[in-house]
């Protein structure tokens, strides 16, 4: 999408949905990009199945790393392309604790 369009269509995203929500549950940013990772390709009321196990246990970046891959896998294996998503989860953690103290971002800088 060109540079000059992106603003009016997101204006118009915004005009037509002011509050937009999500079947997700979440509590803090960080299980929201995590559950959102975990969605791709499944549904909301699986990815929640899962994450109201996992996020109790592993609620940060760091909780999920010290998981490690076969300990997140346990808790997701109920949702499709698990083990890829595990991986991706876990380089996400490792990326947010390395470079931004454990928390997400506010900016894509």
Do not use: W
Not at 2 to 22: M, S
Not at 68 to 91: C, F, M, P, V
């Amino acid at each position: 999408m060109k540079t000059a369009l992106i603003e009016p269509f997101f204006a118009t995203l915004k005009a037509a949905n002011p509050q937009p929500n999500t079947e997700l549950e979440y509590t803090t940013v960080f299980e929201l990009l995590a559950a959102v990772l975990l969605s791709a390709q499944a549904t909301d009321v699986g990815v929640n199945k899962a994450t109201r196990k996992l996020f109790p246990v592993a609620g940060t970046p760091q909780a999920i790393l010290d998981l490690g891959l076969d300990g997140l896998e346990g808790y997701i294996k109920t949702i499709g392309l698990y083990k890829s998503k595990a991986r991706h989860l876990l380089q996400t953690c490792r990326i947010l604790v390395e470079r931004h103290g454990g928390v997400v971002p506010r900016t894509r800088e």
